[in-house]
């Protein structure tokens, strides 16, 4: 019997970010989940509020007014749960949080082209920030390298190197350097260290670190052999004290803790846990990709053939950190992106100026323009980033562009703020520059790391929900990778709606077309390319595939990948605006 | 919706704890009064250590080597001064190669800590000691204006202020500095060169709090040995109006500049406190309240960054702003008269 018809129980799932938070309740309608509504309110991380509760609250009891059913007491303003009779209360919580200061992160491995990529690519799956490396190949005495490690002040070390009963003696000296430079740390300020080696050492680990560290977590070998890299296991255990750390960090989570019975994870954590879940059930043949654009990062999870690839990038966050975009890129690769004329200048300080000002959002028709533009560039930077650590079988059919994929999943604020479905449409296809033929889906609500979080208590609630149309479907996109100018033309499409009538376009190349299609309703899209163009079927190949509606139809975007933009400004911008104005404006 | 407030007061009661950042000796007691400058707390803390791997150089079992060390925790070693010496036909010895304390000495293995750097916590305001913090520090209650800003480059002084602004968009220039502002406070402009800092620094003043700097000025006013605090932000911006009456009106006073980075968790942030004599404790500000019609606020964000207003009406529900969002918002009169709908997010309480 399904797990839904036994437990059917309401669950309210909460999500902190960085500027927001969330409150969202999913409950079960004629037999099923379903998103039923969600409110929102500031988030109360930072000063001068310094406790979550407050936001929590703030957005439960907006979530309250719009469903009209009581979540918090009136006495003591305390959760109700289980649901009464009177039909007040939630049976369920879990949540999800993205706010705090980004993990200062040491990693140490032993060799830097091994242990220690896999230990930074578990680093990177969460809001991290690695601070120091420290690998066989690092000729610093153990007491330099000591004092590198308290210098840096790190939240966390993680500890990776030798295969399961391999090398052992390498790793006890990094060990040592480790648990000296915790023991140096104040007692409040010392970091957290997860184990991820060899796995004979476990018991030393204990014995050197497990009195100095903030925590110590010992898990599965991140490496058991040189071929083999399983991040799964300690990449949980990294979300676990991820979340210790930050409870060490903000007030407020404690409460958070007991109203879920414990299922406070990570935000990026649980969305990665959704892609991975749904790049098996749907058995994916290509790869699924989620992104989000948000405060506290720009995350990027992929799943192929069930296997999960998450890259969390606070320095791509447009919150706090949006100043310190410019260490990874130039103003100028920005300002491509921008219709408007301003200088590279002003664009700087905007960028300064607004890091000051995480939570607020863009007032004028121009700041917004500006904040879309750096939220493409910082998309675009995170998924180059993160491909780079996709699995071998997910490979381009050209160096420079996104292997195939089988759907994108887009949110975040920057993402699902535009003012329209089209823009939000536009940045993430400037952002990815995806390949081949796929839908696109708008997560407007941030419900993928909700749905993640959830699925710990009902594994039926994801799925039922994903299906009752909770995402946005933006539509169905073709890319068209062509050798052309600009002009020529190199598709001819052809729509066949169920009730036989047609609409046709000839697709010129630095182009976006759109055929209708609405949402729900399904057609068959004939393409011809020319001058050996790949509309998705391979290079030069004609082909009909069926494909789905969205709120866009099917976009052709014959822009060329990668994506060619004119070097002159002027005729750049024109584009650009003639673009947004193809989408919708 | 709660509502963050900045504080820009002609007198308030503020209580400011002073810190630290490793373990050490608090020089001050409760309700003893102190002076900016006094050291309230010292602290020595070494920059780097050294581990002498004695069972290793000996080539020993640990505790073997254990038996050989001849310095114990705590232990303040002079350079070349013995710490574990290998008797029998040949001798062999361990010296401290830098004078420094051993941390720990045990398991075949001496740390030693060197480099000792003495930190002296000076009480960078006047007021009075209401809490000793067990080796960290204290907590100073004093009265006064108190004007935040929104960033500052680490440092901390006190000294004369003297204006030299005459509007809010003021530049401050090189040519504007001359030698009888040494060792003052100046209350400046906008600052878009590094000439400005540097002749500043030449003098040298004891404090430049300014209007706004230009984001690429940020490196060099790190490099400043005096505290530099911007009030609005990056960019030519003009000050704020609430902060540019209470702080001209405040020439020639007494003030303490604390351009502490801004943290977003702790609340510490940069900001100038000028101490007022009271005869009634004045109460301490509040951190935050909800958005209420009447209020004086200060627009965070374009078009009207940095000007000061007050709400007239706070919309329920949400509104649709020119960008195209829809957000909660206030309608507010700015000081020119004009009325303007603003989110609720880009707003802060001025009090």
């Not at chain 1, 230990?119 to 066989?136: C, F, G, N």
């Not at chain 1, 997910?394 to 604020?413: C, Q, V």
């Not at chain 2, 520090?137 to 004369?160: C, E, F, K």
């Not at chain 2, 600052?191 to 300014?210: F, H, Y």
């Amino acid at each position: 019997m399904p797990a839904s018809l036994v437990q059917n129980e309401s669950i309210l799932a909460i999500d902190i970010g960085a500027t927001v938070t969330r409150a969202v309740m999913f409950d079960v309608v004629e037999g099923q989940y379903r998103f039923i509504a969600s409110g929102q309110a500031p988030s109360t991380a930072e000063a001068p509020f310094r406790d979550i509760g407050i936001g929590v609250r703030e957005a439960i009891l907006n979530l309250q007014n719009i469903i009209g059913t009581t979540l918090l007491g009136s006495q003591d303003n305390n959760l109700i749960a289980p649901s009464q009779p009177d039909g007040s209360g939630v049976d369920a919580v879990v949540a999800t949080l993205s706010a705090g200061p980004t993990v200062k992160t040491v990693v140490v491995g032993l060799l830097s082209d091994v242990s220690v990529q896999s230990a930074r690519r578990l680093a990177e799956s969460t809001y991290s920030r690695v601070v120091e490396t420290l690998d066989l190949s690092d000729h610093r005495r153990p007491d330099q390298q000591m004092d590198s490690i308290v210098r840096s002040r790190p939240d966390l070390v993680v500890l990776a190197g030798g295969t399961d009963g391999g090398a052992s003696r390498s790793i006890q000296r990094m060990l040592e350097a480790v648990g000296l430079a915790c023991y140096l740390m104040p007692l409040e300020k010392r970091p957290m260290v997860l184990y991820a080696g060899n796995q004979k050492l476990a018991n030393d680990v204990q014995e050197m670190l497990g009195g100095h560290a903030g925590k110590l977590q010992i898990s599965y070998n991140i490496r058991p052999s040189l071929e083999v890299e399983d991040l799964a296991p300690a990449s949980h255990e990294l979300a676990s004290l991820v979340m210790k750390l930050r409870q060490r960090q903000i007030k407020g989570i404690d409460e958070l803790t007991l109203w879920s019975a414990g299922i406070v994870l990570p935000t990026a954590y649980a969305r990665g846990r959704m892609i991975r879940f749904l790049s098996k059930l749907y058995e994916s043949t290509r790869g699924l990709l989620s992104v989000n654009v948000g405060a506290s990062a720009t995350s990027v999870a992929a799943g192929f053939a069930g296997e999960l690839t998450l890259g969390v990038y606070p320095q791509f966050g447009l919150g706090e950190n949006l100043a310190g975009i410019l260490q990874y890129t130039e103003v100028e690769d920005i300002m491509r992106w921008l219709q408007l004329d301003i200088s590279p200048n002003t664009l700087r300080e905007y960028l300064f100026q607004k890091s000051l000002y995480p939570s607020a959002i863009p007032a004028t028709l121009d700041e917004q323009a500006i904040t879309q533009a750096i939220a493409r560039q910082a998309l675009y930077l995170s998924v180059r980033t993160a491909q780079k650590d996709f699995p071998a079988n997910a490979h381009a059919t050209r160096t420079g562009l996104m292997p195939p994929l089988d759907l994108i999943i887009g949110g975040g604020g920057a993402v699902s703020d535009g003012t329209s479905l089209g823009q939000s449409l536009l940045l993430l296809l400037d952002g990815i520059q995806p390949v081949g033929i796929l839908p696109v889906l708008l997560d407007q609500n941030n419900l993928l790391p909700l749905l993640g979080a959830a699925s710990s208590r009902n594994h039926y609630l994801p799925i039922q929900v994903i299906e009752s149309g909770a995402f946005i479907g933006l539509g169905t996109v073709v890319s068209v990778i062509a050798s052309a100018n600009y002009g020529d033309q190199v598709l001819r499409a052809r729509l066949t709606y169920a009730d036989g009538t047609e609409a046709r376009a000839e697709v010129k190349f630095g182009g976006l077309e759109i055929l209708p299609l609405p949402t729900g309703e399904s057609a068959r899209l004939s393409l011809q390319p020319l001058r050996r163009a790949d509309a998705g079927l391979g290079p030069g190949k004609n082909g009909s595939v069926t494909v789905t509606g969205g709120a866009l139809g099917v976009v052709i975007d014959a822009r060329g990948r990668p994506l060619q933009l004119p070097s002159d400004p002027v005729r750049r911008r024109e584009l650009i605006k003639k673009w947004h104005y193809t989408v919708g404006g | 919706m709660l509502a963050p407030i900045l504080h820009v007061l002609p007198l308030t009661t503020i209580v400011r704890e002073r810190l630290l950042p490793v373990l050490g000796k608090v020089n001050a007691r409760v309700n003893q009064r102190v002076n900016p400058t006094d050291i309230v707390a010292e602290a020595n803390f070494a920059r780097e250590h050294v581990l002498l791997d004695v069972a290793r150089t000996f080539g020993v079992s640990a505790i073997t080597a254990d038996k050989m060390i001849r310095v114990k925790e705590g232990d303040r070693l002079t350079e070349g001064a013995l710490v574990a010496e290998k008797s029998g036909l040949f001798r062999r010895s361990i010296k401290a190669p830098r004078a420094g304390r051993v941390m720990v000495a045990g398991s075949g293995q001496v740390l030693m800590e060197v480099g000792d750097t003495r930190v002296e916590l000076r009480a960078g305001l006047p007021g009075m000691v209401t809490q000793v913090i067990a080796e960290r520090g204290v907590v100073i209650r004093t009265s006064g204006a108190l004007v935040q800003g929104v960033w500052g480059n680490g440092r901390i002084d006190n000294g004369l202020m003297v204006s030299l602004l005459e509007k809010p968009d003021d530049v401050l220039t090189a040519d504007r500095l001359d030698v009888s502002l040494r060792g003052s406070v100046i209350l400046g402009g906008h600052v878009r060169d590094a000439e400005t800092l540097r002749v500043a620094a030449e003098l040298p003043i004891r404090g430049l709090v300014i209007s706004s700097l230009l984001s690429a000025l940020i490196i060099p006013a790190y490099q400043m040995r005096y505290p530099i605090l911007v009030l609005d932000g990056f960019g030519a911006l003009p000050m704020n109006s609430a902060a540019f009456k209470l702080l001209t009106t405040s020439n020639k006073r007494e003030a303490t500049v604390n351009a502490e980075h801004f943290d977003r968790y702790s609340g510490n942030r940069p900001e100038v406190i000028i101490p007022l004599p009271v005869s009634t404790e004045p109460e301490e500000p509040n951190g935050y309240e909800a958005f209420a019609v009447g209020q004086t606020v200060r627009m965070r964000r374009p078009p009207n960054a940095g000007m000061i207003g007050s709400i007239s009406n706070v919309h329920t529900g949400l509104s649709s702003l020119p960008s195209g969002l829809r957000a909660r918002a206030a309608d507010v009169r700015l000081e020119n008269g004009e009325n303007v709908l603003v989110p609720l997010v880009n707003l802060e309480v001025v009090g």
